[in-house]
């Protein structure tokens, strides 16, 4: 018998293994693919790490402490995992981007961010052409995290121990909860352990019928394009951004990579989907949506489309994680409603499932992720 099963293996559920295991515990773990996978939302390429949007809010000191699990991690793996390139934070003050980040806080002096007008955001980025009123903050310090370089290096970190046994391609059917353990049966085998952690984001609902978790399944769809036109060259420095505007929803970019130019969209409100039936096809009016942004926005940078993916987010209603204990089974451990921004935070998530398998007290307040807030 293992001490811990973890049913998901991507980015919480790696991190959730890699931390049980270097405190010493052995690991079971179970995976309907081989991560780095597309068809989940750990992959394509790069996600952002920044402070400005979490400023005076309880995920400050989560980001921090990722922010520096990460460079560790950095360190360990020999493998680069994170590029300093500035991002920015666009849109109207009284708008979604802005609503959890008062601007008082986002760009205080000893911050280190710069509240920027159209005019010096134009003057800074000359690519880029926001509306008038457009409020925008400027974090020079902001990273670039490479994601599967991130995931791979944090399943080298789990399996590089004797008492982790990581199984690829080999869905968990179900589970099992008793007064002697955890039962988990795959198409292979039973398996028993100690304590089990799920995170299996979009597959959550599935593996955890019994409790109606608020949890909708969206289709996202991330696009690379080929780097063009005069600043070309440029772009590759940075920034990243995440801009709302005021009818087509929040756009977010990242600096050219070896993939492409790399642009979606962050909540797409009526793209809910079922992960057994999602469309994974990129149609065509799609990509000419994103393109007639770039020709409002940032005209002249987005060249021939190189790539697109479907992502799936996993959304909670407030778009909080729920990171807790099975309600009814104590020994049982729940990741789920990443909601677009978990992966930034995987190596300190992970260390929190870990503290409640193993009844640590808990390094950070989880109030706010707890089941019991959806009544």
């Known amino acids: 018998m293992h001490d811990f099963a973890v049913i998901?293996?991507?980015?919480?559920?790696?991190?959730?293994?890699?931390?049980?295991?270097?405190?010493?515990?052995?690991?079971?773990g179970f995976d309907r693919y081989t991560p780095p996978h597309t068809m989940g939302s750990a992959h394509s390429d790069t996600r952002m790490i920044r402070e400005a949007w979490y400023r005076g809010s309880?995920?400050?000191?989560?980001?921090?402490?990722?922010?520096?699990?990460?460079?560790?991690?950095?360190?360990?793996?020999?493998?680069?995992?994170?590029?300093?390139?500035?991002?920015?934070?666009m849109g109207p003050e009284d708008g979604r981007v802005f609503a959890g980040t008062p601007l008082r806080d986002a760009a205080r002096p000893d911050t280190g961010d710069i509240l920027l007008s159209?005019?010096?955001?134009?003057?800074?980025?000359?690519?880029?052409?926001?509306?008038?009123?457009?409020v925008t903050i400027y974090e020079p310090?902001?990273?670039?995290?490479?994601?599967?370089?991130?995931?791979?290096?944090?399943?080298?970190?789990?399996?590089?121990?004797?008492?982790?046994?990581?199984?690829?391609?080999?869905?968990?059917?179900?589970?099992?909860?008793?007064?002697?353990?955890?039962?988990?049966?795959?198409?292979?085998?039973?398996?028993?352990?100690?304590?089990?952690?799920?995170?299996?984001?979009?597959?959550?609902?599935?593996?955890?019928?019994?409790?109606?978790?608020?949890?909708?399944?969206?289709?996202t769809v991330q696009y690379w394009f080929e780097p063009?036109?005069?600043?070309s060259g440029v772009l590759a420095e940075g920034p990243a951004w995440v801009w709302e505007l005021e009818r087509e929803g929040t756009w977010y970019g990242f600096p050219p990579s070896a993939r492409g130019l790399k642009a979606g969209m962050h909540f797409q409100a009526g793209r809910g989907?079922?992960?057994?039936?999602?469309?994974?096809?990129?149609?065509?009016?799609?990509?000419e949506d994103l393109r007639r942004l770039f020709a409002r926005y940032a005209p002249g940078v987005a060249g021939a489309l190189a790539h697109a993916s479907v992502c799936l987010y996993?959304?909670?209603?407030?778009?909080?994680?729920?990171l807790d204990r099975h309600p009814e089974h104590s020994r049982v451990a729940i990741f789920a409603g990443g909601s677009g921004h978990a992966f930034k935070?995987?190596?300190?998530?992970?260390?929190?499932?870990?503290?409640?398998?193993?009844?640590?007290?808990?390094?950070?307040?989880?109030?706010?992720?707890?089941?019991?807030?959806?009544?």
């Open 8 to 28: 998901g293996l991507g980015a919480i559920g790696g991190a959730t293994a890699a931390e049980l295991v270097r405190r010493g515990h052995s690991v079971v």
């Open 58 to 89: 309880p995920y400050m000191p989560l980001v921090r402490d990722a922010w520096r699990r990460w460079a560790d991690l950095e360190r360990t793996s020999g493998r680069t995992l994170l590029r300093t390139a500035g991002a920015l934070m």
């Open 118 to 134: 159209v005019g010096e955001v134009v003057e800074r980025f000359p690519w880029l052409r926001p509306d008038p009123g457009t």
């Open 141 to 219: 310090g902001a990273a670039v995290l490479s994601l599967e370089a991130c995931l791979e290096a944090t399943l080298e970190a789990a399996e590089g121990a004797e008492v982790a046994d990581l199984r690829f391609d080999e869905p968990a059917i179900e589970w099992s909860a008793s007064a002697s353990g955890i039962r988990v049966r795959t198409e292979r085998g039973e398996y028993r352990a100690r304590r089990l952690a799920i995170a299996a984001g979009a597959w959550t609902p599935q593996l955890l019928p019994g409790l109606s978790l608020p949890l909708e399944v969206e289709r």
């Open 228 to 231: 063009a036109g005069a600043h």
């Open 273 to 287: 989907t079922d992960v057994e039936r999602v469309d994974r096809e990129v149609g065509a009016p799609e990509t």
């Open 314 to 322: 996993t959304n909670t209603p407030d778009e909080d994680f729920i």
């Open 345 to 375: 935070f995987a190596p300190t998530l992970g260390s929190l499932m870990a503290d409640l398998l193993t009844d640590e007290p808990p390094s950070r307040d989880l109030p706010r992720f707890s089941i019991d807030r959806f009544g």
